[in-house]
DNA sequence: AGCATTTTCTTCACTGCTCGAAAAAAAGAT
DNA sequence: ATCTTTTTTTCGAGCAGTGAAGAAAATGCT
């Protein structure tokens, strides 16, 4: 980006730009990648400056139900590179937590030996509660990942900055990113998928790792004394609408039947693949789990309004059999009488957004906690 | 206040206390109110300032189903004189709501002449839901308010700013102000009466009139194709937990009747006496009105968990007969589970919190808009 | 009474950030 | 070669805030 363009954007005066970014330049925080050929432009040609890639990395850690990513990722957000682990419900049973994500960073950093000296951070994102101190989970889909201390021994062992998040907190603010005309508005992303989860993001600066946005949507009471859902609890959300649900639903196990630890992902592809073409009991399956979403939104919108609406993950290609019900529920809603209901949209790939948002979050945060804390004469 | 304490209480240094305040004091928007003395104390006495009473009024208008009160207040928020109508379902049905509010201020003005030239505000705070525009209210509990022009006209009329604010976004920002200890808390606040509603606030500064905190909590769904709502929705909190609510459960009427358009103060608190001494059908309404209630607080602590939550208004009175059904459906809860269940008070005055956070966010909102645009040298 | 102590408030020189205006630089257009 | 356009830098100024020093106004001790 030219320096009148970064003026334009951020308000501040080219005075100021180009103060702060010569700074920046000289501390090999930014680069200068010279003048950028535009053809047929008149005037002085424009010089781009970016983010020095080599000034710092940071490791990615997506971990759910049924996977595990570990993505090396420089200063610029390029993808340097990846390790992709399938996650069993027996896998933290046999193995600690700790010691299994240990395991793969160190793999990754074998890997790339030079990024060794500038790994910054390692940013950990996983389904469930977290714990206050935010060293472990209190309570996860995940199986055998709770209570186990994560975040403390990696530190130890690394000797770098650890966190761990929850996961459906990057949700909105990577589908943000994807979708540019999108910025202005607050956002809710519902994932449908292993669990249901939800998250919001309000227009203006990117949300802190440590900051709002996360909800338990997926375990919000759709009915009183209702189907069991996997976290012990009875008529969340979760219980009509997650795989495990839908899959119970469709074959007629009785709601109040233990839930499944994990289902394989093609066992619930093949599912939306039944109810689409039509298959009665499948379609009455989405059907129940778009009311309980539906009526889940509905009530959200009493609370904090999102603008627009989106639906991600494994089930966003079922929203067919599931938006007339869930557009039905809202329309029980006064807020969504007086104002009109949002619009919903549908994101099929949901490993994006949630990795975008980890990497935009990483990458502020290392701008806030690091680089800020350099001093002014300091050289990368 | 004196000098030292503002800045300790604003993080400022002595030096730009001293700046700000004499510049202030210049423009006679504080005033200087000389040594106050502090009997014992060693050292050069203090020397308190305060805002000018003088420097700007405002008229505070409340009105709700039953009610409406006119209050006139000086800049250091003092109380100057007051009206109060009752407010009956016919009211706006034969005087539009503009002339009736007209008439009312008017008589206040002419009471008070020696404001007259002062009168930099009337906000106005009603229950509903607000138009976009901020003129009008899109639907309202009050019988025959919704969507008539209320702003506008008086704007017009009176030749000063006009504000219309949702009562429910005012709660939270009110008990925070008289509980000190929840200063840095985030509060719910709910009200129960002729309506049931919600205040959120967020610890950090005063929300302004115009942002956040509001909800339509009395009308989240608590049961698909559950009681009739006066909003003419079904299931809705409210319509289990409101006066009419409680009545029509107490007295067997079928929760599809129609419901009242209102219910005299007394008659409901004669409700509550006969619940308070064990009359069967009376407790057995407020188990039900506390059963959706804490269903509804429930389905909140999963989106946005208030650290305390404050019960307010004539229903307040009768917590006792719903705590524990309030309790039960805290306890189905995941999130309850996992964190404690947030500690709930009942503040038995609703209309002081009201009040005041009215108060504090129109006298703030005086500040931003009216005081900040004075330049340096203007003279009050 | 006279001086030390304590606390409040003001003054003053300085920093850091930002801005507007002018100037410099680097290209195409004439 | 000169003009126009666009980007970038330089320079001086303004503003909000700070720390340190000092002035002011009281009490307490001898």
Redesign the interface.
């Known amino acids: 980006m030219s320096r009148t363009r970064l003026a334009s954007t951020t308000g501040l005066s080219h005075a100021s730009i180009s103060a702060i970014g010569n700074e920046l330049i000289n501390q090999h925080v930014l680069v200068d990648e010279g003048e950028v050929a535009e053809p047929g432009a008149r005037g002085r040609p424009a010089v781009r400056v970016s983010f020095n890639r080599r000034a710092c990395h940071a490791i990615i850690v997506e971990l759910d139900v049924n996977q595990a990513r570990f993505s090396l990722v420089d200063y610029a957000g390029t993808l340097v590179d990846r390790i992709e682990r399938s996650v069993t419900p027996t896998l933290f049973h046999e193995t600690r937590p700790a010691v299994f994500l240990r395991e793969q960073l160190d793999r990754l950093r074998q890997r790339n030996p030079e990024a060794e000296g500038t790994l910054r951070r390692i940013a950990i994102s996983a389904q469930g509660?977290l714990d206050?101190t935010g060293d472990r989970l209190?309570?996860s889909p995940i199986a055998h990942i709770a209570g186990e201390s994560i975040v403390a021994p990696l530190r130890a062992a690394l000797g770098c900055e650890v966190t761990l998040t929850k996961r459906g907190r990057l949700l909105a603010e990577g589908a943000r990113l994807l979708y540019p005309e999108l910025r202005d508005l607050s956002i809710a992303t519902i994932f449908i998928g292993s669990t249901v989860a939800m998250g919001?993001s309000l227009p203006g600066r990117v949300n802190a790792l440590g900051e709002?946005g996360a909800?338990?949507?997926g375990?919000?009471?759709h009915?009183?004394?209702g189907a069991r859902?996997r976290?012990?609890?009875?008529?969340?959300i979760e219980a009509y609408a997650a795989d495990y649900a839908v899959l119970r639903t469709a074959y007629g196990v009785p709601d109040q039947a233990p839930p499944a630890a994990a289902v394989p992902p093609a066992a619930f592809q093949e599912l939306v693949r039944l109810g689409q073409s039509g298959r009665r009991n499948v379609v009455h399956a989405f059907n129940v789990a778009g009311?309980a979403i539906g009526?889940g939104l509905?009530?959200?919108?009493?609370?904090?309004p999102p603008h627009h609406v989106i639906i991600i993950g494994p089930g966003a290609s079922a929203f067919d059999l599931m938006r007339a019900e869930i557009e039905a529920?809202l329309g029980?809603?006064?807020?969504c009488?007086?104002?009109s209901p949002p619009p919903i949209t549908v994101h099929h790939d949901e490993r994006e957004p949630i990795f975008q948002g980890m990497l935009l979050a990483t990458l502020s945060e290392l701008d806030q906690s690091y680089f800020a804390g350099l001093g002014a004469g300091t050289r990368l």
């Open positions: 509660i206050p209190k309570w919001m709002g909800t338990e949507f375990h919000m009471n009915l009183p004394d859902c976290c012990g609890m009875r008529g969340c009311r009526y509905a009530r959200v919108m009493t609370i904090s529920a029980t809603s006064l807020v009488r007086i104002n």
